[in-house]
């Protein structure tokens, strides 16, 4: 068995230096993102990483990943990106994405800059001023990226500071193509990323495999192979062996999202386990949720299933008042009266885009979306707060539509 060290995530000096001791042999390394972090029962050889994932929508797993995987991982976005460089850390540091730009930075020789408390655009430029490498990176989630976006659209010294960047790696939740489109007019270098804990950390760069990664589609599902793979989960073989799985002497991570090859470029629909059956008809909860985002005012919400007595299940879309980019304050841009007014045309955008089955038949609207520290929605918290909204700030409301009769 192996010796495992618990680093604290935040004290980012020593998780660097002793990520550097086990990337050339030494203890494995946990990062925590505070005292009650649990830890595996065994740690076996070989390993030089353990991470506690988050569970969004499941119960959080142990990830091993070896010294070359980590590596592996690192070597590629640094070829990819052209060349290694500087890095803003803005997400933490406790789970794989943070991780990694460690690791990069370790094997380029540079120091890292860490956004340190709440992410905010302003620390995040502030920093970007300062770096002094060739090569400039930063990655950050979808929700950060919207707001650096916001202050980048008002503010022209900012702007000249963030294109500077050689690249903006965003992962973690699907980019709306608002955004993307917002960034390219901005000059903003955005590289969309898609991986997991599992993987290493981002393993496809805008829809194409990076380093020695391959991916492939089996029923409807995607899956990955290379050597940045993670050993497997700690103190769960079964899990193992049902999500690692070998064919012809190649290893593959079956990954649980549904997508598609179209021309070679990977696109991700969704995950296999957020589909719901209404009427027969099967629903993808994340392709609504993504249909929903692209739409003015509606990029703080989620779709989530529930029980409806006629059809089997609805989808229920749960959203928080949108914010007002002008003034920079995240003030209340709207309020829930806005949403509620405006659900009846989202509902007959997504019948008109994913057909009837997928229309939203409730909306609850609450202060701000619950998420986890990799900026992802909880949708478990979401879930919870359909059945018991007061204790979330959350009002419910059921908005008839006649039309609804016809969707199945």
Not at 88 to 106: C, E, F, Y
Not at 192 to 208: A, H, P, Q, S
């Amino acid at each position: 068995m192996s010796e495992l060290r618990r680093i604290p995530a935040h004290d980012h000096l020593w998780l660097m230096a002793s990520l550097a001791e086990a990337l050339a042999g030494g203890p494995a390394v946990q990062p925590t993102a505070s005292d009650e972090t649990p830890s595996p029962e065994h740690v076996p050889e070989g390993c030089a990483l353990v991470i506690h994932t988050s569970g969004s929508s499941g119960s959080p797993k142990f990830v091993a990943h070896s010294a070359e995987s980590i590596r592996a991982s690192a070597e590629a976005t640094n070829a990819i990106l052209g060349g290694p460089g500087q890095w803003i850390i803005a997400l933490p540091t406790h789970l794989i994405a943070g991780v990694q730009m460690l690791t990069r930075s370790i094997l380029a020789g540079t120091d890292p800059l860490v956004v340190s408390g709440k992410f905010s655009p302003e620390k995040l430029v502030r920093l970007a001023s300062q770096l002094e490498a060739e090569r400039r990176y930063v990655s950050l989630v979808p929700v950060q990226l919207r707001a650096v976006i916001e202050l980048a659209e008002r503010d022209e010294a900012a702007l000249r500071v963030l294109q500077r960047f050689d690249a903006m790696l965003v992962g973690g939740q699907a980019v709306s193509l608002e955004m993307r489109a917002a960034a390219h007019r901005l000059g903003l270098k955005l590289v969309r990323t898609y991986g997991m804990t599992e993987t290493g950390g981002g393993v496809v760069y805008d829809g194409v495999e990076i380093g020695e990664t391959e991916m492939r589609i089996r029923g409807g599902e995607i899956q990955l192979s290379g050597p940045s793979l993670a050993l497997g989960y700690l103190d769960n073989d079964g899990l193992t062996a049902e999500t690692f799985i070998e064919e012809d002497g190649v290893r593959w991570y079956r990954t649980g999202d549904a997508g598609s090859l179209l021309g070679g470029m990977l696109q991700v629909t969704g995950r296999l386990d957020r589909v719901l059956i209404s009427g027969g008809v099967n629903v993808s909860l994340d392709r609504v949720e993504a249909l929903v985002h692209e739409m003015p005012g509606w990029a703080e919400s989620a779709a989530l299933e529930e029980r409806n007595d006629t059809w089997g299940a609805q989808v229920t879309i749960v959203a928080a008042p949108g914010r007002n980019a002008e003034d920079g304050a995240g003030k209340d841009a709207g309020g829930g009266d806005t949403l509620r007014d405006g659900f009846e045309a989202l509902a007959d955008a997504v019948k008109a885009e994913l057909g009837p089955a997928a229309v939203p038949r409730r909306l609850v609207v609450v202060d701000e979306l619950p998420r986890l520290a990799n900026g992802k929605n909880d949708y478990q918290r979401l879930a919870a707060m359909l059945t018991e909204p007061q204790r979330d700030g959350a009002t419910g409301s059921d908005v008839p539509r006649a039309e609804s009769k016809e969707t199945k």
